[in-house]
């Protein structure tokens, strides 16, 4: 066991990039075990490395917790943007296409979303932070095209993008939970782009 041993912490770590390595085995980790299952030992066995080698990238499992949640806000955000772009110029049509992606990601990746959004706001990394804001800025341009443009109720947009959120995520949640069926979806989506565009009349 002492040889094994010995082994392992001399082993050199051989992946070109070990720390996206090392993310992506804790997202399979995270969806098919959960949290509790997550640790960087069990990650370095997994990856193939020695135990020690995790810690050049994450010093503590906080700090992996971390950086797989900001890698999860920097994905969907990216995905959002994408959506809202390739919607085209009509508001609707971005409000529908940014509900339905959030929405798809927050079910294909529950336990993900929950630690995303689980760390108290003072207490993130500068990452983290950097990650989060980048969400809601994804956003943040088609809600105040749309209150310019007339489509959406004038007044403080931050408080217009919270609720947007607070609605997909909502859906996303009663789909996770098995309260409403996925061949319910696209109709809840189209109920709420309607409840959002009339708030303007």
């Given at each position: ?26 997202e ?33 499992r ?42 798809r ?9 929950e ?39 004038r007044?403080?947009p ?36 309607t ?6 009349g």
């Amino acid at each position: 066991m002492q040889c094994y041993r010995a082994v392992m912490a001399d082993r050199p770590y051989h992946h070109g990039n070990l720390r996206a390595a090392l993310l992506a085995e804790a997202e399979r980790t995270l969806r098919e075990d959960g949290i509790d299952r997550l640790s960087l030992r069990d990650l370095a066995r997994q990856a193939g490395v020695s135990h020690a080698a995790p810690r050049r990238h994450f010093p503590d499992r906080q700090a992996l917790l971390d950086a797989l949640a900001a890698a999860g806000f920097l994905r969907l955000s990216d995905e959002l943007r994408a959506a809202i772009e390739d919607a085209g110029d009509d508001y609707e049509a971005q409000l529908r296409a940014a509900a339905t992606t959030y929405i798809r990601f927050a079910t294909r990746n529950a336990a993900l979303l929950e630690l995303m959004f689980a760390a108290k706001r003072g207490e993130q990394s500068a990452a983290l932070q950097d990650a989060f804001g980048r969400l809601y800025a994804a956003v943040d341009g088609m809600v105040r095209r749309a209150q310019q443009a007339g489509k959406l109720q004038r007044g403080d947009p931050d408080r217009l993008r919270l609720l947007l959120f607070a609605t997909m995520q909502g859906i996303a949640a009663l789909v996770t939970s098995g309260a409403v069926g996925s061949g319910q979806v696209d109709g809840l989506i189209a109920d709420a782009v309607t409840l959002f565009t009339k708030s303007s009349g």
